[in-house]
């Protein structure tokens, strides 16, 4: 009898299914032969348990109740009676480990970088930007920006540089060295001012609250497609340079974790006209260490600050070829690597072993150089710098307002940093500048009580110690800003519960709880203003005391911290640093790091402190 060909059918299916229950079983077996991990004190506990609960409690409505008696018990029960358990569960694990081969870890699978830093987003605006546009970003100090050619970000590059970087000393630890991060550094890389008036992102909200109904801003910020919208128009007005500054600091310089662009930047933007008088460099700085710290205590995914700096920053500092190969510095360096250099470069990172397989020539190059550079400028190095190709910036013009201080005081302007330096002082071109009579005018500080009136010229020379420069509330709901006197009297008046007052020469005991980041000192004698901060690390907490006072004051107090655990003792004598408000990131000062081990059973931070009102030290 010839089968149909629905019969057949049926037994094919019937095969497939006997096949699959077949291959299901061979799975089961291979998993039911594989050694099991033993089971801890707890379930040794709990398997002898339920077994008598269930015969002793026939009425019971199953395992549930069973297990859940189980656990009641378990945790009535003292060391002692658990002890029975515990040691038959290390007799098991003792035999499971000696019998068991190693097993084989598993490749560990690199985390993703996110970031948004976007370095091609920005070169897009760029390219449709006008030549008045052009000249309206120059007149603010941003021109470097316009030399812009890096597209993307090399994510692997920027991930390893993020683990060699460490937040606390401010320096990259690669190839064996550790190098220090600047702001004359970001002045070199991205071609931004390394001096000038500190960028304070705060103030009283009222002051801005016309500027965030402009650029609709919420409380997740501005939207980077309203401002790309707002770019498009072809002026180069005030909104046009608000809106542009705002955009590059949004995409490139510091972006924060989130897609929309900081509301708090709008408090240095209210006058554009002053912009170029800030310190661009040390802000940057500032911000990729506050971001980076950030993202390594956990507190957001994604990394913010400017990662393009620490990418051309290695690029510039370290070579993987031969020394003679070693080309001429461009400054800013940001306008000599595109995607072609960026591209060769990486395959000769790949060819030597990968990064940090060069030579750090940092110091040949004027990088690096610490606070030592920073201070001189440079100014006794020979270093092979050319400037980029840029239209419309006489060679004077591009010397700057310092060169015309320094002209004013007596001295000659040298114009060495504007043209290839050969290696020979007698080819140094210098020239000389008339000054015409100085106009008087008042410090841009008179708002917070400065009653000076100087020179022009003068100007920024005065603003730059002037005792009366800006200085920002500590605390986060407040939005206060004045002199330090007037930040003295305000925090008095409103947050006298906000803090702690102690007396100079004195030891003050204080506890910082779990998730206090600071605590405000207030001088019961003259008022002052200090913070004890407490930042995390990966293997305690630092902690150390600043003073709430302009950054060009002069002023020190000597302070003392110490922390205790039994016999064993920690402790810090150091000098105040002054900062014009809250200490933001791990700013490159002394501190002192206690482990973990020191904190009390609560998880608070006991310390015992003193700040002396004289920089003498005296005896312990």
């Known amino acids: 009898m010839v089968p149909c060909e629905e019969d057949m059918m049926v037994h094919m299916r019937n095969e497939q299914d006997h096949s699959e229950s077949e291959l299901s079983r061979t799975k089961k077996k291979k998993k039911q032969d594989g050694t099991s991990r033993p089971a801890c004190s707890w379930v040794h506990f709990s398997r002898e348990f339920i077994k008598e609960y269930t015969a002793s409690h026939p009425e019971s409505s199953g395992l549930k109740a069973a297990t859940k008696a189980a656990s009641d018990a378990w945790k009535l029960m003292s060391p002692e009676e658990k002890s029975k358990y515990t040691n038959r569960a290390r007799e098991v694990w003792d035999k499971y480990l000696s019998t068991t081969p190693a097993r084989v870890p598993k490749p560990r699978r690199q985390t993703k970088l996110v970031t948004r830093c976007s370095p091609g987003r920005l070169l897009n605006v760029l390219q449709r930007l006008t030549p008045d546009q052009k000249a309206a970003v120059k007149s603010m100090g941003f021109g470097s920006i316009i030399n812009l050619k890096c597209r993307t970000l090399r994510r692997s590059l920027c991930h390893w540089l993020l683990e060699k970087f460490n937040t606390v000393r401010r320096s990259l630890e690669i190839c064996g060295e550790r190098i220090p991060l600047t702001p004359r550094d970001v002045e070199l890389v991205m071609g931004l001012a390394s001096s000038g008036k500190d960028v304070v992102n705060s103030g009283p909200d009222e002051l801005i609250s016309e500027l965030r109904k402009k650029y609709n801003a919420t409380n997740r910020g501005i939207s980077v497609r309203l401002l790309e919208e707002r770019l498009a128009v072809p002026e180069a007005g005030e909104d046009f340079k ?90 800013p360096c940001l306008s000599s690597w595109g995607e072609e250099e960026i591209s060769e470069r990486e395959k000769q990172e790949r060819e030597l072993g990968g990064y940090g397989c060069g030579e750090v020539v940092c110091k040949e190059r004027g990088l690096g150089m610490g606070i030592l550079g920073y201070r001189t400028q440079l100014d006794s190095n020979h270093l092979g710098i050319i400037p980029p190709e840029v239209e419309n910036y006489p060679i004077l013009e591009q010397v700057g307002y310092q060169a015309v201080e320094d002209q004013a005081n007596g001295g000659m ?47 920024r020379e005065h603003e730059e110690v002037c005792t009366c420069s800006p200085c920002a509330c500590p605390l986060w709901k407040c939005h206060f800003v004045g002199s330090s006197t007037q930040l003295s009297e305000h925090f008095s008046n ?111 931070l006991d310390l015992e402190m003193c700040i002396w009102n004289s920089t003498d030290i005296g005896a312990d």
């Open 242 to 331: 608000r809106s542009f500054l705002l955009y590059v600091l949004g995409t490139l310089l510091c972006p924060t974790a989130r897609l929309d662009v900081s509301p708090s930047f709008l408090h240095f933007l209210t006058n554009m006209d002053i912009v170029h008088q800030y310190n661009w460099g040390k802000f940057l700085l500032d911000r990729l260490v506050r971001e980076v710290a950030r993202y390594r205590q956990g507190k957001q995914r994604a990394v913010g600050g400017c990662l393009l700096f620490l990418q051309l920053f290695y690029y510039e500092s370290v070579a993987v070829g031969e020394p003679s190969e070693l080309s001429p510095a461009i400054f």
């Open 494 to 604: 409103k947050h006298w519960d906000s803090g702690r007052r102690f007396q100079y020469n004195c030891p003050l005991p204080v506890t910082l709880n779990k998730n206090e980041a600071f605590l405000v000192l207030q001088a019961e004698k003259d008022g002052i203003l200090f913070l004890l901060n407490k930042g995390t690390e990966g293997i305690g907490h630092t902690v150390m005391i600043t003073c709430i006072s302009p950054s060009s004051s002069k002023e020190q107090y000597l302070y003392d911290i110490l922390s205790e655990r039994g016999n064993t003792c920690l402790r810090l004598k150091s000098y105040t640093n002054n900062f014009p408000g809250r200490v933001e990131g791990s700013p490159p000062v002394d501190f002192l790091l206690v482990p973990f081990g020191f904190l009390n059973s609560t998880g608070k």
């Open 413 to 459: 302007i040298t114009a060495e940093e504007n043209m290839p330096i050969s290696g020979d002082e007698a080819n140094t071109i210098c020239v000389d500048i008339e000054i015409a009579d100085p106009v008087r005018v008042p410090c841009r500080n008179v708002q917070y009580g400065c009653a000076e009136i100087v020179d022009y010229n003068k100007r």
